[in-house]
């Protein structure tokens, strides 16, 4: 699969999904769906706890998989977002984050080959994503305690160890770290991902996509974009990019001054505008496309998605706009 992405990616502009949070908020899923069978009489309340869904709604995240597959979608990325111990002692399911990794990634792996084995001329891949923390290394949560850190470098990386070894298991063809706001905490991951390469003699691509979270044009931790590919680029990724937080159109700026300075292929998955008084996204797929295109017009990108899903077939929109 290495070899068909890396023979993909130079012929033409790969298509990412969308999000997967707004696509799940669709079906009005409630505390009992979230718990299924298995966690009817769990200790805590877990709805919002999307990953879960691997296990106890396989069917809804199988079938929002294959919605953004039928859109034209060549890269879809796995339902783990939060599936590290750190971001699931939130729900006091520390236990459980390689199995939800595991299980995300089959997920995706069936529906990615199904679609695959349909249409050989057009593979399919699937990304396993590694979200952020909700814990930082390079941050104190205490504003009277600037030196106070809540996790050790070496507990991130067991947790994104236990996260990529679930991963790699369930067959993903790449590694997106993800929504990156502390570098320090993504270093972390890269060194638990090259633990788990060292142990199991197998290399995949690496995806590291940064979040720039205001105009200032800088990382929650106060990182530049150059700064950021500076910290990041010993890694070698296979993509360096931005996601999240700001619009195309505010996003585009911070883009351009990475793509100028990255020595691999560069990706950027935005946010349908910015959000309203409501927190919901009012720009259309069409409107976005516009901004997109001209991401491509201006060699920026070789992967473009959507960090939000205003509508499911926003992928097969840009499939037919853009000049790829």
Known sequence: MSASLQEAIKNRILILD??????????????ADYRGERFANWHTDVKGNNDLLCITKPEV?????????????????TNTFSCTSIAMADYDMQEFAYELSLEGAKIARRAADEYTKANPDKPR??????????????????INDP?????????????????????????VDIFLI??????????????????LFEER?????????????????RTLSGQTVEAFWISIKHAKPFCVGLNCALGAKEMRPHLEALAEIADCYVHAYPNAGL??????????????????????????????????????????????????
């Open 18 to 31: 969308g999000a997967m949070g707004t696509m799940i908020q669709r079906y009005k899923l409630t505390e």
């Open 61 to 77: 995240i199988e079938a929002i998989h294959r919605e953004y597959l039928e859109a034209g979608a060549d890269i879809i990325e």
């Open 125 to 142: 891949f699937v990304a396993g994503a590694m979200g952020p923390l909700n814990k930082l290394l390079s941050l104190s949560p205490d």
């Open 147 to 171: 030196g106070f850190r809540a996790v050790t470098f070496d507990e991130c990386m067991n947790a994104y160890y236990d996260n990529a070894r679930g991963l790699l298991d369930g067959g």
């Open 178 to 195: 993800e929504t990156i706001t502390d570098t320090l905490n993504t270093k972390s991951a890269l060194f638990a991902i090259d633990k």
């Open 201 to 217: 003699g197998v290399k995949i691509p690496i995806m590291i996509s940064g979040t720039i979270t205001d105009a200032s044009g």
């Open 275 to 324: 959000p309203n008084e409501m927190g919901e996204y009012d720009q259309t797929p069409h409107e976005m496309c516009h901004f997109i295109e001209d991401f491509v017009e201006s060699n920026f990108v070789n992967i473009v998605g959507a960090a939000v899903a205003p509508h499911p077939t926003i992928s097969g929109t840009w499939r037919n706009m853009l000049p790829i």
